[in-house]
């Protein structure tokens, strides 16, 4: 497709469990955002990937996040023992080059509950 | 650090009035401005945007002005129709690449 796909849609998850969500890219982009967005808030940055490279990763909450984008193209982000706290929807983004004046693309998010 | 603040909602609207939606910014620098829009079971769309001081962003009739002596950026649309029912988010980018979102408004506007 053109647009910034996200897999899955929504995710259910007992405490203590791991997850991963998959981030697919528009074709071409070089920069990639994950953003977490709890109920009634605006998006929180969480980690920014410039082709492969992971330049940025100061909004990761926890040592229970990571991020990776082997290939430049297809991101993941993986919870480690998830806790309720880590209910939100995570939000994936592209740009073409991730400038400030070049707007960001997302996807319609994965909406993760932590029972 | 960077953030935006925008007016609380609910807002309801009936079709056909007046919207606005106020969001003032603090950033270091020149950020870039930008109003994005979540229909409802959607993702988040880009609405518009402005760079520089004075520019004029405008879409789909909305439009908001990049007011560099206010850092304001409010969001107006003349004539509202059901169809503008959403959540709206003022946005920044300042000095990098990291979104700053404000809270969100949401809007419903009645037939």
């Known amino acids: 497709g053109a647009g910034v796909s996200q897999s899955p849609r929504y995710k259910v998850a007992k405490r203590g469990q791991d997850v991963a969500l998959r981030c697919d890219p528009i074709s071409g982009h070089v920069s990639l955002f994950w953003y977490q967005q709890a109920l009634g808030q605006g998006p929180e940055f969480l980690t920014y990937?410039?082709?492969?490279?992971?330049?940025?990763k100061s909004g990761l909450p926890s040592d229970r996040f990571f991020a990776e984008r082997p290939e430049g193209s297809v991101s993941t982000l993986k919870i480690q023992r998830t806790q309720q706290e880590d209910s939100a929807v995570y939000l994936c983004a592209s740009s073409l080059e991730g400038l400030s004046n070049q707007p960001q693309h997302f996807g319609d998010g994965t909406r993760l509950s932590i029972l | 650090g960077n953030s935006v603040t925008q007016m609380e909602g609910p807002v309801t609207l009936s079709e056909e009035a007046f919207l606005t939606i106020n969001c003032t910014y603090t950033a270091t620098g020149y950020p870039s401005l930008f109003w994005y829009v979540q229909y409802p079971g959607e993702g988040l769309q880009l609405l518009l945007k402005?760079?520089?001081?004075?520019d004029k962003g405008s879409n789909k009739g909305f439009e908001a002005t990049y007011r560099k002596e206010t850092t304001s950026f409010h969001l107006e649309k003349g004539s509202v129709q059901v169809s503008d029912s959403a959540v709206y988010f003022c946005a920044l980018i300042a000095n990098d690449y990291k979104l700053s979102f404000g809270a969100g408004t949401t809007v419903t506007v009645r037939a």
């Open positions: 990937f410039q082709n492969e490279a992971q330049l940025d």
């Open positions: 402005a760079t520089k001081a004075d």
